[in-house]
Nanobody
Framework: QVQLVESGGGLVQAGGSLRLSCLASGRTFSTYAMGWFRQAPGKEREFVAAISWIGGNTDYADSVKGRFTISRDNAKNTLYLQMNSLKPEDTAVYYC????????????????????WGQGTQVTVSS
């Protein structure tokens, strides 16, 4: 069982930056692939970024490539999402998620493969 708690959301002007954090409970954090997803009002939850067990492999949605960076610190049981050059269309609730997998090299992009979810943190980008 893994419990996930996101933080770092807030209100920022377009062009600004935010860093989201996701603190995971449990001693097996390093054995989960991790991801960030987001959900805007009236829209489905969508993939943002993913990272493999030891952080060697990452994947991003096309809409955030070059602007967002996912990383993890397994010693601190923490997942991060650095968001730069934010746009109003990035406004959403951002969720971190954990995926049980035996593949240490996979960055999982499929929402339905994730087993545990945080409660979400609101990011609002004003124009």
């Amino acid at each position: 069982q893994v419990q996930l708690v996101e933080s770092g959301g807030g209100l920022v002007q377009a062009g600004g930056s935010l860093r989201l954090s996701c603190l995971a409970s449990g001693r097996t954090f390093s054995t989960y692939a991790m991801g960030w997803f987001r959900q805007a009002p009236g829209k489905e939850r969508e993939f943002v970024a993913a990272i493999s067990w030891i952080g060697g492999n990452t994947d991003y949605a096309d809409s955030v490539k070059g602007r967002f960076t996912i990383s993890r610190d397994n010693a601190k049981n923490t997942l991060y999402l650095q968001m730069n050059s934010l746009k109003p269309e990035d406004t959403a609730v951002y969720y971190c998620a954990a995926c049980r997998t035996l593949d240490i090299a996979v960055a999982v992009t499929t929402l339905t493969r994730y087993d545990y979810w945080g409660q979400g943190t609101q990011v609002t980008v004003s124009s």
